[in-house]
């Protein structure tokens, strides 16, 4: 098992930028990481991955604005947001992926508004 800490979220507005980090308990570096989202009312999306490679992929949303990276020594998987609009508000969760198996952590808010 692996516990995953989220931190970084907050109040930002339109325009501006976050960074998110999941903190990971244990070497995360056979695990697909993945960013997922879920707004109120709405389904939870999937906003980025990143495979135990490097290989990167996102949601049409969010092409060009986010960032997903990983850094396999400090076990800590981060998402670089620019240009936030209202509509990526919503509670951010770190997944970590591997053979059938999703740990979650526990999410932070991000709250775009002006």
């Known amino acids: 098992q692996v516990q995953l800490v989220e931190s970084g979220g907050g109040l930002v507005q339109p325009g501006g930028s976050l960074i998110l980090s999941c903190a990971a308990s244990?070497?995360?570096?056979?695990?697909?990481m993945g960013w997922y989202r879920q707004a109120p009312g709405k389904q939870r999306e999937l906003v980025a991955a990143i495979s135990d490679g490097g290989t990167t992929n996102y949601v049409d949303s969010v092409k060009g604005r986010f960032t997903i990276s990983r850094d396999n020594i400090k076990n800590t998987v981060y998402l670089q947001m620019n240009s936030l609009k209202p509509e990526d508000t919503a509670v951010y969760s770190c997944?970590?992926?591997?053979?059938?198996?999703?740990?979650w952590g526990q999410g932070t808010q991000v709250t775009v508004s002006s």
């Open positions: 244990r070497s995360i570096s056979i695990y697909r």
């Open positions: 997944n970590a992926y591997f053979f059938g198996a999703h740990y």
